[in-house]
């Protein structure tokens, strides 16, 4: 969440900024203002209160062993009644700081400065393309049927077990989803991440930590007899390792990598765009995160890019980089990238990776700080990447790679597979 001392230097920029992510923030920067304000006063009175009774306890002392018990005895009394007064600026104050962390749960993060303007996706910008366009015949199957004719997914197998958007993956096909994990967090390793298993269920805390929650668009899969969360992502429980930590400056940067299976009710979802493997409950994703100093993060963030946009090269898929505007945004980050590749057989774009910097947004939920050469704490910055989510790269390899004799396997996933062809 924005911090106290970003909305009070400058309440008015604060409302500009979030207005590029289409959020009228007038009312909560200036009930927030407003509320700060108050807590001072009362936290100013509290202090004073304290004050005066450290010299009343003094005073009482030193009047006891002069023997003016009357004296004293009195200012005992002023004494109870002060305790009293700070009992109520206490509850107060409690109150004042839960309505402030209340609303600043509600504002997203502020853009940065290099975020395009604009209100949905048909605005976002395209900073960068690569690799080979397939070229297909007008009979090429789109992924579905392919997954079909090679036995590789068996989508109403998922529905009978589970619902729509579990599929189930099976021989060829599910050795090729393993063959990517293993893949993926293999050059993850030699890129330096440090490999995390975490749990796929959260605590309420870590939602909170990441900005899941307070989850506005219904998206999490809730366990309410626990209250624990099904994780969208490994963002999630690998960001929340750093949960009320303080790092020394010399543990920067931190880089975490970790495959899970993600879950997302994916709420509102409808359309010839959820067909097959382009909008799933449940999918695979290798995340990649790191923890670094605000004057360091947008150099990881270059980086980070780097990785993910060597990864679809290798694979040997056509891509392109989205640098998203500012209403296309996610609640949480600063700016993100996506990485979508072409689908050959559907004609379209399919986002297979974000790449974002959440500066400190998400780190002043976390309290995730180090110790900088000034001796004092400061907020890290966080990013995290997909690199890469499966289903769409799935989608995109078979439809791209189809010929008459079968799919062919990308050569960097054959030694993963133990076979070059689907046939």
């Known amino acids: 969440m924005l911090t106290l001392q970003t909305i009070n230097e400058n309440p008015q920029w604060v409302i500009e900024r979030l207005a590029v992510k289409q959020f009228d923030g007038r009312d909560a920067i200036m009930r927030v203002v407003e509320l700060d304000r108050q807590r001072k006063a009362f936290q100013k009175n509290r202090d004073d209160n304290a004050a005066e009774l450290n010299k009343m306890a003094t005073a009482i002392g030193a009047l006891m062993k002069q023997g003016e018990k009357d004296e004293a005895n009195a200012a005992k009394e002023a004494v109870a009644k002060l305790k009293e007064q700070n009992k109520e600026i206490d509850d107060r104050l409690k109150e004042t700081e839960q309505e402030i962390t209340d609303i600043l749960l509600t504002i997203p993060n502020l853009p940065y400065k290099g975020v395009p303007e604009g209100k949905s996706a ?74 995390v298993e975490p749990p796929y269920v959260v605590n309420e805390d870590s939602g909170l930590g ?91 963030l270059e980086e980070m890019k780097d990785h993910v946009q060597g990864l679809l090269e290798k694979l040997g898929l056509p891509w ?29 774009w399919l986002e297979v990776s974000s790449v974002s910097n959440f500066e400190t947004y998400q780190s002043n939920r ?40 079968g799919i062919i396997v990308p050569e960097c996933l054959r030694k993963y597979t133990g076979f070059d062809i689907i046939d």
């Open 210 to 300: 990441t900005g899941q929650l307070p989850d506005k668009e219904g998206q999490m899969y809730h366990c309410q007899v626990d209250n624990f969360y099904l994780i969208p992502t490994a963002e999630v429980p690998v960001t929340n390792i750093y949960r009320d930590v303080i790092l020394s400056q010399d543990e920067l940067p931190k880089k975490n990598c970790a495959y899970s299976a993600c879950f997302r009710r994916e709420a509102g979802s409808y359309g010839k765009d959820v067909r097959g493997l382009n909008r799933l409950h449940q999918f695979d994703k290798v995340e990649i995160v790191r923890i670094e100093r605000p004057e360091d993060s947008y150099a990881a």
């Open 122 to 195: 048909e605005d976002n910008v395209v900073e960068k393309e690569g690799g080979p366009m397939p070229n297909l015949g007008d009979d090429a199957l789109p992924h579905w049927e392919l997954a079909k004719k090679y036995n590789l997914i068996d989508f109403d197998l998922g529905v009978k077990i589970t619902g729509a958007g579990f599929p189930v993956y099976l021989g060829k096909g599910a050795r090729l989803q393993r063959a990517l994990i293993q893949f993926f967090l293999d050059e993850a390793w030699k890129a330096g991440y440090v490999e």
């Open 320 to 348: 392109h980089i989205l640098r998203l505007c500012g209403g296309d945004m996610s609640f949480t980050s600063a700016i993100t990238f996506d990485f979508e590749v072409w689908s050959a057989a559907q004609k379209r």
């Open 366 to 405: 976390l309290k995730c700080r180090y110790r900088g050469d000034d001796k004092k704490t400061h907020l890290c910055h966080t990013l995290n990447g997909s690199a890469l989510a499966l289903p769409r790269i799935v989608a995109a390899l078979l439809e791209n790679n189809q010929t008459p004799e």
